[in-house]
């Protein structure tokens, strides 16, 4: 069995080259995409600092379905177009949202969320879901995060069998 450490380095480039190493030990051998989903949403909150959330939001027809998460409860259902995640989703882009109050049709579910993280799951051209990131901090994610989490979450995508 994997067994994730915590990462110390400062380099953001290490810090995502290590992450996509320990996610690779927890997914090796393992295609369900729950489980993949759960382990990495825990491996990538246990690891960022200033997150309250990190998890999957996955597509069901017109509507993004919460999914394995870390963090506070959150809304169970986004319909595509709507918030940040519903942006995403329906854009097939990722959004970097400095803060949160002045992205048009937020959606709220933790008043305390300022800055967001979406990149969305895409297989085969077609948008499986999305990967987000919440943070009680202003402009908390950059471009260096932007690129390491869409590495990661490309490499969730091919490890992982769809739903």
Not at 50 to 67: C, I, K, P, T
Not at 72 to 78: E, L, M, Q, S, T
Not at 126 to 135: C, E, K, N, Q, R
């Amino acid at each position: 069995m994997f067994e994730a450490a915590p990462i110390r380095v400062a380099d953001p480039s290490e810090f995502y080259e290590e992450l996509a190493r320990q996610l690779t030990g927890l997914l090796a051998g393992e295609r369900d995409v729950i489980a993949n989903a759960a382990n990495t949403a825990s491996l990538i909150f246990n690891n960022m600092a200033e997150l309250n959330w990190a998890g999957f939001y996955f597509l069901r027809g017109d509507v993004l379905v919460l999914g394995p998460f870390q963090g506070k409860p959150a809304c169970v259902r986004i319909p595509l177009g709507r918030g940040v995640c519903g942006a995403a989703a329906a854009k097939r882009q990722t959004l970097r949202v400095a803060d949160v109050q002045f992205f048009p049709d937020h959606i709220a579910c933790d008043s305390a969320s300022r800055s967001e993280l979406v990149i969305p799951l895409i297989r085969d051209g077609a948008v499986l879901g999305v990967l987000d990131l919440d943070s009680p901090c202003l402009d908390r994610f950059t471009a260096h995060d932007q690129a390491g989490l869409e590495g990661i979450a490309a490499q969730f995508v091919t490890a992982s069998d769809p739903l």
